[in-house]
């Protein structure tokens, strides 16, 4: 029987030379939940605008083993095959995380942001905690953390991998109602791996606020200035750009 891994890093920035510190995930087998969770200590310093995101400090993980030591991720090598479905709100940043361990996923993937791009293209963000708030998922957050023992933290990989649990049903239910789980499951599959076009406001830049189809009539030169120079640029975003300016 295929499993489902719903997974949450965090980590002491978003650099190239930053690393994990937390690693977190439920796997989902039948109606059986199983919670991993565990602080890493990488031997490198936490960024200030890091831990003003997770709380986590460097007294928290001062004594923790390195992620190879974890029990957590021995299990999520353990799990790494094909038949087994991985679940991430923003992938390549955690699966970029990963590599930087030596892990190399080998289950199928699903990027809960991209399908929700795709299944919920009217809503002005895709963040994970945004659809907490506007589908009410915290209304459900109690009773579902109760049942495994979770204690709900904001940006805390765990409590993110709650909210991820729920959110996982919204986009679900968005499917055709006569596709059983698991073809729901390889549906996601395929739209995390289809590029789509971005209709929200950009969140950074001088254009900030402004949609991507009004920067192209406004300031083109600044579309072609972010392909050539922003290395890391989101890539449906440079889906986008691309598509406008061609």
């Known amino acids: 029987m295929a499993k489902y891994i719903l997974l949450d890093t965090?980590?002491?920035g978003s650099g190239d030379e930053d690393r994990i510190i937390q690693l977190g995930?439920?796997?989902l087998e039948g109606k059986n939940a199983v919670l991993h969770n565990d602080y890493c200590n990488p031997g490198i310093p936490i960024a200030t605008t890091a831990m003003e995101v997770h709380g986590i400090t460097p007294e928290d993980?001062?004594?923790?083993?390195?992620?190879?030591?974890?029990?957590?991720?021995?299990?999520?090598?353990?799990?790494?095959?094909?038949?087994?479905f991985l679940l991430i709100h923003n992938a390549p940043f955690d699966l970029g995380m990963l590599k930087k361990?030596?892990?190399?996923?080998?289950?199928?993937v699903v990027d809960t942001l991209r399908c929700a791009r795709h299944l919920f293209p009217e809503e002005e963000a895709h963040r994970l905690q945004y659809f907490r708030y506007k589908l009410g998922l915290y209304k459900k957050e109690a009773d579902e953390a109760k049942k495994l023992g979770i204690e709900v933290r904001a940006h805390d990989a765990i409590g993110d991998v709650l909210v991820?649990?729920?959110?996982?049903?919204?986009?679900?239910?968005?499917?055709?109602?006569?596709m059983d789980f698991h073809d729901k499951m390889k549906?996601?599959?395929?739209?995390?791996?289809?590029?789509?076009?971005?209709?929200?406001p950009l969140r950074f830049g001088k254009h900030k606020g402004l949609r991507l189809t009004e920067i192209v009539a406004q300031d083109r030169g600044y579309l072609e200035w972010?392909?050539?120079?922003m290395e890391d640029l989101d890539s449906d975003i440079r889906f986008t750009i691309t598509s406008l300016l061609s």
């Open 25 to 27: 995930f439920i796997v």
């Open 187 to 200: 549906k996601l599959v395929r739209l995390s791996n289809e590029p789509v076009l971005v209709r929200t």
């Open 10 to 12: 965090e980590s002491t």
């Open 61 to 84: 993980i001062e004594h923790k083993p390195t992620i190879e030591e974890t029990s957590s991720f021995k299990m999520l090598n353990t799990l790494n095959s094909h038949e087994n």
């Open 101 to 108: 361990e030596r892990f190399e996923p080998q289950m199928q």
């Open 164 to 178: 991820l649990k729920l959110f996982m049903r919204s986009l679900l239910e968005q499917l055709p109602s006569d």
């Open 226 to 229: 972010m392909l050539k120079n």
